[in-house]
């Protein structure tokens, strides 16, 4: 490294010796002047003590302008060392270059993953970052650099034999260019690439020194900056993997938990808290034997078993009671959490809350108690609109007969007991025959055949249903004691309805609406005990199909005139 003291020393002895060059001079004219002879040997003395005197200050001048050189080069090495910004102290030092050289332009070339030769710096002798349309430069001797792996100096590319005829030195008018390979690790890699296109001879020797220096402080830079960059890229990676990853992990609707060879809850999101109904803090740190034995006690067992094993455990259901929740019902499914050797580091535990699914099976199962599962299958909730539409449907109400004298005798427990047996049987026997349930009023129900579904044999559907409420129903009676055993009523007509959703937005009940059931209600009314009644319109539409007589007309509440009715004996005998 080049210290001031050398510099003082060097401008003292330059100084000293253009003194001393001056003092010969100025002694020879003085003798001149005055008329006096020197002697030749004394002449010639002082002509070489003066050519002497050039020579060494020349020298002296050239080891000031190495010394220069020297000292940008130390400079250059401090600004390498200073930066990782890669553009910013190529920048630096492609400034520092043009000026020491004397050259118009500076470029740096870099080979890209296609082995095409790019340029990273351009720069003008005004500290300028050149653009595009000004890279006018000799593409021959780059590739004769990088091909050779030697340094390239021509004093005049208009001349030099080894241009002669080519097309780019030609086109613009390229003269003095020093061209030196760059190596990172001894592989040629790119080129500095130095010209002044106005004068000849601007490069030397010591030029092409300097930026062989310069390049290889510079491959320094490239190498550190670039491993810099790569780290950087692969942290930034990393940090956009992580927090993918993070986002994932957050939005996925299962819970998921992991924990450490010796269970230690490593990991756990949002889900997971939500499902065990406990914050992050509770669980993260905490011993899977604090959380999971509250699940099931028989979950820690299980998790030894899967980090022995080896091996999944999947489908594992349990119906809990959670201090935070209260009645849940959780599937879990345990897997072994394994290192990217392969190697079980723990366990990975994915809960899923069941209780939700559970409630809504349960319900469907009771709607399915109601309504025929052909008829769900047919509902859209997405379509539902309040209103409806008129369609022909054969209606069915069937009731307990003589219910109402039997409540006043037993308590509230055992009615209920017993109504919703007679109700459960009727229920079987319609929904068998596909009917839908309509309601319940008190110890009667109320269903209908041919919709939202048809059914071409709605009416045949609605006398087999009425049937097996009477077969049902006399089963019952061979079960339960005396006091208990009941008797149905039914009566069936067919007629046109207003069949859709009825109510409002916040309840809404699925019915049919119109004349038609005030006939099927008032003829159940006039049935008598374990008597099936159908209208004539019935009866018309199952003709030979059944066994029916004609009954006594009954005289119906709200109806001008009496409503021929049949009573059903059993299905035709085939």
């Not at 609707?253 to 109904?277: F, P, Y």
Request: proline fraction near 3%; hydrophobic fraction near 40%.
């Amino acid at each position: 490294m080049v210290d001031d003291s050398t510099t003082i020393i060097i401008l003292g002895l330059s100084q000293q010796v253009s003194r001393a060059n001056l003092l010969a001079q100025t002694i020879k004219e003085e003798l001149e002047h005055d008329g006096v002879e020197l002697p030749m040997r004394v002449t010639q003395c002082l002509t070489q003590l003066r050519g002497s005197l050039a020579r060494l200050e020349k020298q002296v001048k050239r080891h000031d302008e190495d010394l220069t050189s020297m000292r940008e080069l130390a400079n250059i090495g401090k600004v390498v060392n200073s930066s990782l910004e890669l553009r910013e102290v190529l920048e630096i030092v492609m400034d520092t270059i043009v000026r020491l050289t004397g050259a118009e332009r500076g470029f740096l070339m870099l080979r890209d993953d296609n082995g095409e030769m790019v340029t990273q710096i351009a720069r003008n002798w005004e500290q300028e970052s050149l653009d595009a349309s000004e890279f006018a430069i000799s593409r021959t001797v780059i590739n004769r650099v990088m091909s050779d792996g030697q340094p390239v100096i021509t004093t005049n590319a208009q001349e030099d034999p080894r241009f002669l005829g080519h097309e780019s030195i030609i086109a613009y008018s390229l003269r003095s260019i020093l061209c030196v390979p760059f190596k990172v690790k001894g592989n040629i890699t790119g080129v500095i690439y130095t010209d002044n296109r106005m004068r000849t001879g601007q490069f030397t020797d010591a030029e092409r020194a300097l930026i062989v220096t310069f390049s290889d402080q510079a491959a320094v830079a490239i190498e550190n900056a670039r491993l810099f960059d790569s780290v950087r890229r692969t942290l930034a990676e990393v940090t956009e993997l992580k927090n993918l990853m993070d986002n994932v992990f957050a939005s996925i609707a299962s819970g998921v938990i992991t924990s450490d060879i010796a269970d230690k809850i490593m990991l756990c999101n949002r889900s997971a808290e939500l499902i065990l109904g406990r914050h992050s803090n509770e669980i993260l740190g905490h011993g899977l034997g604090e959380i999971l034995p509250e699940i099931g006690p028989d979950l820690p067992n299980l998790i030894e078993e899967v980090r022995q094993s080896d091996r999944h455990i999947v489908g594992l259901e349990y119906e809990s009671s959670l201090h935070q929740r209260g009645a849940v019902t959780l599937s879990l499914n345990l897997s072994p959490l394994k290192d990217a050797s392969q190697i079980t580091q723990g366990v990975a535990i994915v809960l899923d809350d069941l209780t939700e699914k559970k409630r809504l099976e349960a319900q469907r199962r009771l709607f399915e108690r109601m309504v025929s599962p052909a008829v769900i299958e047919q509902l859209d909730p997405d379509k539902l609109q309040l209103g409806g539409k008129r369609v022909g449907i054969t209606t069915l109400f069937a009731d307990i007969r003589g219910f109402t004298s039997y409540s006043e005798n037993v308590d509230p427990e055992t009615l209920v007991a017993v109504l919703n047996r007679y109700l459960a049987a009727s229920v079987d026997a319609i929904l068998a025959e596909q009917g839908t349930i309509d309601k319940f009023m008190g110890d009667a129900v109320m269903a209908w055949f041919n919709a939202p579904i048809p059914q071409e044999d709605h009416a045949l559907r609605a006398i087999r249903a009425a049937l097996g409420i009477r077969d049902a129903a006399e089963k019952l009676r061979s079960e339960l004691p005396l006091d208990m055993q009941r008797y149905f009523g039914v009566g069936i007509h067919y007629g046109e309805v207003v069949l859709g959703l009825i109510g409002t937005e916040a309840r809404l009940e699925y019915t049919a609406i119109g004349d038609s059931v005030n006939t099927a209600k008032r003829i159940q009314e006039n049935a008598k005990t374990g008597q099936i009644l159908i209208s004539a319109e019935v009866y018309r539409l199952l003709g030979n199909m059944i066994q029916a007589k004609p009954v006594t007309p009954i005289v119906a509440k709200g109806k001008r005139l009496p409503l021929e009715v049949y009573e059903v004996m059993g299905l035709a005998i085939a």
